[in-house]
């Protein structure tokens, strides 16, 4: 059986679980109430730091799912996460509303990644 490694883990999660190659992330989120293209970019550095702590980078990630509060803020995460994704790395990616945990969180954002 392939062991399971989890990091970060408190009672309700673990924000890194590496099974069997694939590495698998917790929602991250940025800072409340900020800019919706600040709460992107501080997700995305979260992403970068937790991939690079599992062994891997964001030219790996398999998929994305984001979420956001507001599909009004579409194009104003999306000019971040453009940014942000290497050239011809682009990741499966779905994006949607939804209520947040918290009503000043605008972005929420979960990867997996290979290894």
Known sequence: MSEITRKHTNTRMSQIVTHNGTIYLAGQVGTPGASVAQQTQDCLDSIDKLLAEAGSDKSRILQAVIWLADMSDFEEMNGVWDAWVPEGHA?????????????????????????
Do not use: M, N, Q, S
């Not at 779905?94 to 979960?110: P, S």
């Open 91 to 115: 990741p499966a990616r779905a994006c949607g509303e939804a209520k947040l945990a918290r009503a000043d969180f605008t972005v929420e954002i979960i990867v997996t990644a290979a290894a």
